[in-house]
């Protein structure tokens, strides 16, 4: 079946577009079937083509086309349990490569880049798919309480929010999908070997605590460098609108270096003290009336680490869906958001900035429902201070996302 759908996946690709969100949500319509012999799938396919006006990066203005394929399996195996298998393939860095920025305009392309299994002049080709999770689930006391062990997608199962969550469906900048690569570091190959806790404490109440595999490779020496996390989401439902409001503290094991007495050998590397991260944040998203919801993010982690070139990073905006304007499968997002920089003598000599500032950015966009199962979503962003650099002048780019879930 593999044989047959990628080839499929992959033209439709050229022509259409979209993709489930990496954690799995399921948005629009579908186009196959989706259980075969007892196996539950999902997939889609995405692509973007973006383009920058004003980049002084020193590579110019340019289009870039990027898509990403997804394909999740899963079979039950109990009554209370089943193993899923998600798959992940694509092809293209996007404006990314050439913009320089803390937090990356195309978090879609990001992600798949990952996965790069060739690069010739600088030009991703990762066309074969990759396994990027496979787990097991099991859902116990009426459901109240959700474990998940396996290779995870880590960073989806916290810091997650409404309405800025989905490069796929939502914005397309990181900074408003989610806190992991723009505050903080996400483990280095991004997907890893770990359990997950969710337990539905109270009605109003979910705790959810992660452990993962902070070494380099994913599943070498594991254990030596564990990734925690855990996560408190306190859901009022103020006036009967749901609500989330989440509050986290993350525990990072990898090697961190002191900023005193660090300094870099002949081949780059920053050697001194060694020391773990510690992060925190809060993501907070809250629905109105009339189909209409906000959202607001803060994170933050050490300033005292020769790593960390980002102190902090807020963001804040809304939501509308199109059926109050009589278009029900359309909906309209704006945000904003800043990255505070770290203004450390030696982050600054790193980051070979003379004028450092605070990296700001702007995203709009207007998601068209074509049919159930396609949408196309035109979209703008605007950042300042490009990579905290407040000599350089203000980029925007502009950008359309096509969805096609099968």
């Known amino acids: 079946m593999k044989k047959m759908v990628l080839p499929v996946a992959a033209t439709l690709a050229m022509f259409s577009g979209g993709a489930f969100a990496h954690d799995g949500e399921e948005e629009g319509g579908h186009l196959i079937t989706h259980h075969v012999a007892g196996l539950g799938i999902e997939g889609g396919v995405t692509w973007f083509l973006q383009g920058t006006d004003g980049n002084d990066n020193g590579n110019g203005d340019a289009l ?135 337990m539905a404490a109270t009605d109003n109440l979910d705790l959810t605590v992660i452990l993962a595999n902070g070494n380099g490779a994913g599943f ?52 001194g003290t060694v020391s773990s991260n510690t992060a925190w944040g809060i993501s907070f998203d809250q629905a109105l009336p009339n189909e209409m919801g906000v959202f607001a993010r803060y994170s933050s982690q050490k300033s005292d680490l020769a790593e960390n070139t980002v102190e902090s990073v807020w963001s804040l905006g809304a939501s509308a869906s199109g059926a109050n304007w009589g278009r029900e499968d359309d909906a309209f997002g704006i945000g904003y958001g800043v990255i505070k920089v770290n203004k450390d003598p030696f982050i600054k000599s790193q980051m070979g900035v003379t004028n450092q500032d605070d990296e700001s950015h702007t995203e709009l966009y207007y998601k068209i429902g074509i049919s159930d199962h396609f949408t196309l979503t035109p979209d703008v962003q605007v950042i300042s201070n490009n990579g905290g650099d407040a000599d350089r002048g203000s980029v925007t780019v502009y950008g359309l996302r096509g969805q096609l879930n099968f």
């Open 220 to 271: 070498d020496a594991f254990g030596n460098r564990p990734y925690g996390v855990v996560q408190a989401n306190v859901k009022p439902g103020f006036g009967g609108l749901e609500g989330n409001y989440r509050f986290y503290v993350i525990q990072d094991q990898r090697r961190f270096h002191k900023i005193a007495g660090a300094s870099v050998d002949a081949n780059g590397n920053i050697i």
């Open 64 to 198: 870039d086309l990027t898509y990403s394929f997804d394909l999740s399996i899963e079979a039950r195996v109990s009554n209370s349990g089943k193993v899923i298998a998600a798959f992940e393939a694509g092809n293209g860095h996007g404006v990314d490569s050439r913009l320089g920025s803390l937090s990356t305009a195309n978090y879609d392309a990001f992600v798949t880049d990952i996965f790069a299994t060739d690069t010739t002049n600088g030009v991703t080709d990762s066309n074969s798919p990759n396994l990027s999770q496979l787990y097991y689930e099991g859902e116990y006391m009426d459901e109240k309480l959700v474990v998940d062990f396996g290779k995870l997608d880590v960073h989806s199962m916290y810091d997650d929010n409404a309405y800025a969550n989905d490069e796929t469906d939502q914005f397309m900048s990181a900074i408003f999908t989610r806190s992991p690569g723009t505050s903080y570091g996400e483990l280095d190959r991004y997907y890893a070997p770990g359990i997950a806790v969710n």
